[in-house]
Every structure is written in structure tokens, then in C-alpha cells.
């Protein structure tokens, strides 16, 4: 059994109505109960379906770095970009107040291209216990990251704590 933090929903909750708000979405339903491929289905105003997956990165406040999760360590499953359903990733950085918002499987590509070949990027696979402490990804700067012209950003400012 495992207990979900209440602020995390409260902060997913606030960042679903953002994501509703923007895609201009007739109304939303959460990834039903043991489905981890994504968090949220939105239905669009034309009948599309789009869905995503929402982080909110707090540690990035500290670090200076936003964190990908690609694998999960305790269970030795793909995870996070690698095993999302989601077409859209919403990665919220509180300190910032920015919600990123960028196609999950074009940003693992993209980090993967660029940690072999831009070292000046900075970008590194963390170690095996990371995240929640069962988790390996990608760490990036935070001022690479932002720089980047393909992700999308929303200015906002959703209470975390």
C-alpha cells in the first residue's frame, strides 16, 4: 500500500483546470486507478482526445535542474518519458512559476541526442535512487531547458504546499 501525498493533488488538480484553460478542453477524466501510462485525458473542442502527463518538479527550486524520470528502480520497469502514453508532458516548475508543456517522446529524444553529443548542454542520467528514491532520469538545467524554443510555457502560479 502506498500513500498518496495531498499535495500533490492539490497541485494536479490546479494544473489540470490550467491545461482544461489552455487546450480549451470540454472537460477532463483521470487516468483510471493503477493506469500509470498517464494522468489525464482532456476532450478537445473538435472531438480529440489528448493525453497527458503532469510533474511537479519541486526539488527543482534547489537544484537548478528539472529531473525526467526514465526508469523505476525497485520495480526494474521503464517509467516516466520511456513508458508514457502521454502526447503531452506538463512539467510544472513552482519557483519559476512555469508550466512546461512538450511532447514527451520528442523530449526523451532530444535528451538522449544531446547528453552523448552537447556537452556544454549538461545533460546527465542521475544515479539509480533519485526522484523518489526509486528512480533514474535525466537531470538538465534548468537555464537549458528554458532556452529551448519547442517547449511550450505557461506562466502560472499554482500553490504547492
Known amino acids: 500500500m502506498f500513500a498518496i501525498d495531498k499535495r500533490d493533488l492539490r497541485a494536479?488538480?490546479?494544473?489540470?483546470?490550467?491545461?482544461?484553460?489552455?487546450?480549451?478542453?470540454?472537460?477532463?477524466?483521470?487516468?483510471?486507478?493503477?493506469?500509470?501510462?498517464?494522468?489525464?485525458?482532456?476532450?478537445?473542442?473538435?472531438?480529440?482526445?489528448?493525453?497527458?502527463?503532469?510533474?511537479?518538479?519541486?526539488?527543482?527550486?534547489?537544484?537548478?535542474?528539472?529531473?525526467?524520470?526514465?526508469?523505476?528502480?525497485?520495480?526494474?520497469?521503464?517509467?516516466?518519458?520511456v513508458a508514457t502514453r502521454a502526447s503531452v508532458w506538463a512539467h510544472y516548475l513552482p519557483k519559476q512559476g512555469l508550466l512546461l508543456l512538450v511532447d514527451p517522446k520528442a523530449l526523451l529524444w532530444w535528451l538522449a541526442t544531446h547528453m552523448r553529443t552537447t556537452p556544454r548542454f549538461d545533460i546527465r542520467l542521475s544515479g539509480t535512487q533519485c526522484g523518489d528514491e526509486n528512480a533514474q532520469g535525466y537531470i538538465v538545467p534548468l537555464s537549458v531547458l528554458l532556452a529551448r524554443q519547442w517547449i511550450g510555457q505557461i506562466p502560472c502560479a499554482i500553490p504547492i504546499d
Do not use: M
Not at 490550467?18 to 498517464?38: C, I, M, N
Not at 511537479?56 to 534547489?62: G, I, N, P
Open 12 to 81: 494536479e488538480e490546479a494544473i489540470v483546470f490550467v491545461l482544461q484553460t489552455h487546450f480549451q478542453a470540454q472537460r477532463h477524466q483521470a487516468s483510471p486507478v493503477g493506469d500509470k501510462t498517464y494522468d489525464v485525458k482532456l476532450w478537445l473542442p473538435h472531438g480529440g482526445e489528448l493525453y497527458c502527463e503532469i510533474k511537479v518538479d519541486r526539488a527543482s527550486a534547489h537544484t537548478g535542474n528539472a529531473f525526467f524520470e526514465i526508469r523505476n528502480t525497485a520495480l526494474d520497469t521503464s517509467s516516466g518519458l
